[in-house]
């Protein structure tokens, strides 16, 4: 069992930044994949990124390359979400989530991820 917290959401304006924070609670396996989701009422929920926890191999939705950064610190075991020059259509709720599938990350869907945060919202004002 693995529990997971985020922090770290708030609110921003349009260009700036913002490090979200997700600690795991328990123990991750090389081979698993963290996510980055977020959630809104509108598009519903989109994976923003994910990292393999052993290899760091990071993959990232078309929207948010070269803007966001996905990272893992083995050792504190948390995972990160850099994120700069922030739009307003990056306002959702994010949440951290972990699969312990092992498997090419971008292939697993939400429904493969055993384990969620709670979320933190993200908004940015134009």
């Known amino acids: 069992q693995v529990q997971l917290a985020e922090s770290g959401g708030g609110s921003v304006e349009a260009g700036g930044s913002l490090r979200l924070s997700c600690v795991a609670d328990?123990?991750?396996?090389?081979?698993?994949?963290f996510g980055w989701f977020r959630h809104t009422s509108g598009k519903g929920r989109e994976r923003v990124a994910n990292?393999?926890?052993?290899?760091?191999?990071?993959h990232y939705t078309d929207s948010v390359k070269g803007r966001f950064t996905i990272s893992h610190d083995n050792a504190k075991n948390t995972l990160y979400l850099q994120m700069n020059s922030l739009k307003p259509e990056d306002t959702a709720i994010y949440s951290c989530?972990?699969?312990?599938?092992?498997?090419?990350?971008?292939?697993?869907?939400?429904?493969?991820?055993?384990?969620w945060g709670q979320g933190t919202q993200v908004t940015v004002s134009s």
């Open positions: 989530a972990l699969s312990r599938r092992n498997t090419y990350c971008p292939a697993l869907s939400q429904y493969d991820y055993n384990y």
């Open positions: 328990g123990y991750v396996y090389p081979d698993s994949c």
């Open positions: 990292i393999k926890a052993g290899t760091a191999t990071t």
